[in-house]
């Protein structure tokens, strides 16, 4: 399995994709990860075509169990953060 790519590689391959320099790629990508993280924070959702659906979603209060201890407490509600892959992104990996 390949090592994931990190953001100064992404940021190459935009500015390259872009036909721009590294500096405005990279102000591109900090401008949509601010928008998303605004957005997906205040309990909205973003469809980010050809990728897929980011929305946050409510979990209610869980039992939940100690897998050191075996022992059963409660954890309280919390918010978690859903990707949900587009189709097209689907069939570009399974062809």
Do not use: H, W, Y
């Not at 469809?47 to 659906?53: D, E, F, I, S, Y």
């Not at 407490?73 to 062809?95: E, G, P, R, W």
Request: hydrophobic content about 40%; glycine content about 8%; overall charge positive.
């Amino acid at each position: 399995m390949n090592k994931p790519m990190t953001k100064t590689q992404l940021v190459a391959a935009l500015a390259e994709e872009m036909g721009t320099d590294k500096k405005s790629a990279g102000a591109a990508l900090d401008a949509i990860s601010a928008v998303v993280t605004r957005e997906v924070a205040a309990g909205g959702a973003i469809t980010l075509p050809g990728l897929g659906k980011m929305a946050c979603r409510a979990r209610p209060e869980r039992q939940v169990r100690n897998p050191a201890t075996g022992e059963t407490m409660t954890k309280a509600a919390d918010k978690q953060v859903k990707f949900t892959i587009a189709k097209a992104l689907k069939d570009s990996v399974n062809d």
